[in-house]
């Protein structure tokens, strides 16, 4: 298991990462295949997923010998991309049979390095391509990051659950409180909602969430300007980010049962 691999813009993954890290404290999973690097994070339980795929061609170099699966702990990483500055590549070696991955900031004559132990590869890994199932899903949207960070802010004012529904007409996001509720609607025609998919059969799709969870999604927005949303009565949501130097970023969050 040998790797080699060079990204002149390591803003690319700092941004993933960033996203990440502001909502998760797990061990995080790279995947270097033959068409990209892919990344894996998942927590106890379920609750959150979050999957990222950066396409080979925005590699510099890539020599990857086979498929190379590696763990990570999230905060060493993070810490070490937080100090990235402008016009530094990224280098990432490991050598066969070697414990460590080696990541290396450079510029001009300077080289900062940082070496990191691996963790243990679960049997149970998998990276299930989340952005593959958004045609299952009875119900979707494209909408701006800001009319949606806009949407959850109002409602978190109302209750710590929040229900999200969508009918043939928009999108609602409703909060219940004890003294107090929030409500926000958006109609389908809305100029920042795109895209809008709605199964005929359907007369309303209802889910519920934890508001922390919804409002983390925010925190992805520096990832694009737009996301997708997939929503289906009893199903994960599925959000969908990308942009031109990030083939996608896919967060899927488990509903609460009420």
């Known amino acids: 298991m040998a790797l080699n691999i060079t990204l002149d813009t390591p803003k690319i993954l700092k941004t993933i990462i960033e996203s990440i890290s502001s909502n998760l404290t797990e061990g995080i999973y790279f995947e270097f295949t033959q068409s990209g690097l892919q990344i894996l994070i998942s927590i106890a339980g379920s ?18 010998e086979d498929n190379v699966v590696l763990q990570l702990r999230l905060k060493e990483i993070s810490d070490f991309l937080k100090t990235t500055t402008a016009n530094e590549s990224l280098h990432i070696s490991l050598k066969d049979g070697d414990g460590k991955v080696k990541l290396t900031l ?12 691996l963790l243990a590869v679960d049997d149970s890994y998998r990276f299930k391509n989340l952005a593959r199932f958004t045609e299952k899903y009875k119900g979707s949207f494209t909408i701006s990051t800001n009319l949606y960070q806009e949407a959850i802010k109002t ?17 609602q996001f409703v909060s219940k409180g004890i003294t107090k509720n929030a409500e926000v609607n958006i109609a389908k025609d809305n100029e920042e909602v795109q895209n809008f998919k709605y199964a005929e059969e359907s007369e309303q799709i209802v889910s519920h969430f934890g508001i922390e969870y919804l409002m983390n999604l925010t925190k992805f927005s520096k990832i694009g300007d737009a ?3 997939c ?24 509903p609460r049962n009420e």
Do not use: N
């Open 47 to 64: 609750v959150w997923a979050v999957e990222a795929k950066i396409d080979k061609d925005k590699f510099s170099t890539y020599e990857v």
């Open 155 to 171: 409602v978190a004012l109302g209750g710590s659950h929040i229900t999200v529904s969508m009918t043939k007409d928009g999108i």
């Open 106 to 117: 450079s510029k001009e004559k300077t080289e900062r390095t940082i070496t990191l132990g």
């Open 227 to 229: 996301m997708l949303i």
């Open 231 to 254: 929503l289906g009565t009893t199903a994960p949501i599925l959000c969908i980010f990308g942009s031109e130097e990030i083939d996608h970023v896919a967060v899927a969050i488990a």
